[in-house]
């Protein structure tokens, strides 16, 4: 699968200008993620519950989303596809991304459900980040309306040509379900266009496509069997790969890094970039397979495009919420703290 050379900090930066200047169609379940901010005061007479002093509420584009706000901060340029309902939340939303510099044109506005949104309540202590104490989800996860799903559709058949790769990030709310994924396997393939995804549903709806990526708790749940050593991830991440007929399988495991199998069934263990300095790890999974992504358009091997995306993850679970991270962050990183596969 690889070798130490093709590992090296040298081989890895060399990657990252390439990764600037693509685009890619980012197509999933968004949501709005809703951040309720407050000073904690005194624990309530009422329940054992801190009672919060409202400060602020923040707002920043979540699940399929935040993909594409990492490719936009490599340096790419990334179109969203996907759906919103009728209301302000989903307003919100849009307004966000396209202030940051995402392109909405594939968002459809569908008045028949609400925008999905997260909540978390966090309290402010004397720590550097504040504490998440409980998160509220309003998300429908049934499938899209028939008209909705044609309208995504055509969109996808018109779009995939000019892009450079297709991501899917599947978090089961509806839009990334099996006709939608298979229209977009045929017409990717038709076109030669690197396509991924990153899915916390079923990963048999994916089969053919070029990386498919998942948890250590999806894989178990896919496999019905528990995976703890290298050994047992190797021998499922190959049951997987085969199953699926994909490129390669990218099974994340946490602190202990990621396991890698690719085409020829050979396996690559790689070490967590940074296990120390772990604040938040919500949307780690969406900078990897942005990162992963972007890496293999560059021209980067399996190996060296989820080397990269251990590094871009390592980075962004230093921050509160979903986060980005740059070129220079990640050379820098990659310079100063390597990690080797084994």
Do not use: W
Not at 177 to 201: P, Y
Not at 274 to 279: A, C, D, L, M, T
Request: hydrophobic share 40%; charged share 25%; glycine share 8%.
């Amino acid at each position: 699968m690889t070798n130490i050379g093709e590992c090296s900090a040298d081989s890895l930066t060399a990657l990252l200008p390439h990764m600037a200047g693509k685009k890619v169609l980012v197509v999933g379940d968004l949501c709005l993620d809703e951040y309720v901010i407050g000073r904690a005061q005194r624990l309530s007479r009422e329940a054992p519950v801190p009672i919060l002093e409202f400060e602020r509420r923040e707002h920043k584009p979540g699940a399929a989303a935040n993909p594409a706000l990492n490719i936009a901060s490599l340096g790419s340029a990334a179109v969203v596809v996907g759906a919103i309902g009728d209301d302000d939340y989903g307003r919100t939303l849009c307004r966000s991304l396209e202030e940051m510099g995402i392109d909405t044109s594939g968002v459809i506005v569908d008045r028949s459900r609400p925008t999905t949104v997260k909540m978390r309540v966090l309290a402010e202590v004397s720590l550097r980040y504040p504490q998440q104490i409980i998160r509220v989800d309003r998300q429908e996860r049934r499938p899209l309306a028939p008209r909705i799903k044609q309208k995504l559709i055509d969109y996808l058949r018109a779009s995939i040509p000019h892009v450079d790769a297709v991501l899917l990030s599947d978090y089961k709310g509806g839009v990334v379900e099996q006709q939608a994924a298979a229209a977009i396997l045929q017409i990717a393939a038709t076109h030669g266009k690197v396509l991924t995804v990153d899915s916390q549903g079923d990963l048999y709806k994916f089969k053919g496509f070029t990386v498919v990526k998942c948890n250590r708790d999806e894989a178990q749940a896919v496999l019905r069997k528990q995976l703890v050593t290298d050994d047992d991830f190797s021998r499922g991440g190959r049951r997987l790969q085969r199953a699926l007929s994909a490129g390669a399988v990218l099974i994340t495991r946490g602190s202990d890094g990621m396991t890698l199998v690719d085409g020829e069934g050979e396996s690559l263990h790689i070490p967590a970039a940074n296990r120390s300095e772990v604040f938040d790890v919500t949307g780690a999974g969406d900078t990897v397979i942005a990162a992963l992504t972007l890496a293999l358009v560059a021209g980067g091997s399996f190996a060296q495009a989820a080397l990269l995306s251990s590094h871009a993850a390592g980075l962004v679970v230093r921050r509160l919420g979903n986060a980005t991270t740059t070129p220079a962050e990640l050379e820098r990183a990659i310079r100063s703290h390597p990690i080797a596969p084994r």
